[in-house]
C-alpha cells in the first residue's frame, strides 16, 4: 500500500492488520492543491497475508457475531 502519511487513519488501520512498513518516499506525490506528499509504503507478503485474513476475520466475528 501506498498511504499520504499525513493520512493518520489509513496508516492506523494498516498497521492494526499487521502490515509492514517499508519506508517513505519523501515528497512523491502531488495533490490538485499543489502540495507534495510523503507517501508511506506498506506491505504484506505470503504469511503475513494469512496471518492478517484471521485477524480481520476473528475482529469482524467479535462485532458481527453469527446468529
Known sequence: WWI?????RAIGSIEKIG?????T???HTRFSDGT???IAVYSLV??????AMVGISARID??????
Open 36 to 38: 507534495w506528499a510523503d
Open 4 to 8: 499520504a502519511t499525513r493520512n493518520k
Open 25 to 27: 518516499l519523501r515528497s
Open 46 to 51: 505470503s504469511d503475513e497475508i494469512r496471518r
Open 62 to 67: 467479535e462485532h458481527h457475531p453469527a446468529q
Open 19 to 23: 502490515a509492514v512498513f517499508e519506508g
